[in-house]
């Protein structure tokens, strides 16, 4: 019984391979079985209802005001500074207590006013959207939709090749817990570090000081409790800092030969 389910779940992730290997901007190859047509469609949807939510609770920050500006100017810098041609949208939610930014497929970005108070420099927050902008670069949007669709397809040929087995629910729950820590996860974490370490280029090209990385997240460190690193889809923060300080003496030239942008304060 065993080896039928242990079959069918590497032919399963054999089939996924074979047909949907691709080269990321980067150079890594990665699993991707959707279309960027599709996924930047999903995006944009997803991005028209969170923004109407927010506009119906009255937490959508006005065009007008001093914090939309600064991420919408910020924001377009970078992304021309990424190259990549999305229609790049850019706004910012009025949740005090969400220190948080996300990308949507298609460059659809939304940055939390919780997180100006932590970034404080115009530098700092460079770094959320280039984080940000990077994701929407590195199209990690489809390959976790893969990704999930694969397991989804995994979990139902272990059901059907277990049948009635005695030991059937101990391993579906060690197929559970092995795809959470042993997939999903580290998966997320592979995800962020790569968008840290594009993003901080995206950024440096864009005229913004590199060396504001590691002391964003040593910030970020301090604002709160996080999960221990295996249990979370995110690196640890102090582990994040370490990481962008190792980048700063490729991230140097990149900036020295940019239009330096001033370093000011955030509003």
Request: aromatic share 8%.
């Amino acid at each position: 019984m065993m080896r039928k389910f242990i079959a069918i779940t590497w032919i399963g992730f054999g089939v996924v391979a074979i047909d949907a290997c691709v080269t990321n901007s980067e150079g890594r190859q990665s699993i991707n079985i959707i279309s960027d047509s599709q996924m930047d469609g999903l995006g944009k949807n997803a991005y028209s209802e969170v923004l109407a939510k927010a506009k119906s609770e009255g937490k959508l920050v006005s065009k007008s005001s001093p914090k939309y500006e600064v991420v919408e100017r910020i924001g377009k810098r970078i992304a021309r500074a990424s190259g990549a041609e999305f229609e790049w949208e850019f706004n910012v939610i009025d949740e005090p207590k969400t220190v948080n930014a996300f990308c949507l497929p298609g460059g659809k970005i939304a940055v939390f006013t919780g997180i100006m108070p932590v970034a404080e420099t115009e530098a700092a927050l460079a770094v959320v959207l280039g984080h940000e902008v990077a994701h929407a670069t590195m199209r990690h949007g489809a390959e976790r939709m893969t990704q999930q669709l694969a397991i989804t397809g995994l979990a139902s040929a272990a059901e059907i090749s277990l049948g009635d087995n005695k030991y059937r629910q101990f391993w579906l729950g060690a197929l559970a817990v092995g795809a959470n820590f042993g997939i999903i996860l580290p998966y997320g974490r592979g995800h962020e570090s790569e968008a840290d370490a594009v993003g901080l280029r995206y950024a440096a090209a864009a005229g913004y000081n590199p060396e504001a990385a590691p002391k964003l997240w040593d910030r970020m460190g301090a604002s709160g409790k996080s999960p221990p690193e295996f249990m979370s889809t995110h690196p640890d923060p102090a582990n994040r800092s370490k990481a962008l300080a190792e980048l700063q003496p490729k991230m140097k030239p990149v900036y020295e030969a940019s239009d330096k942008q001033p370093e000011r304060p955030l509003p």
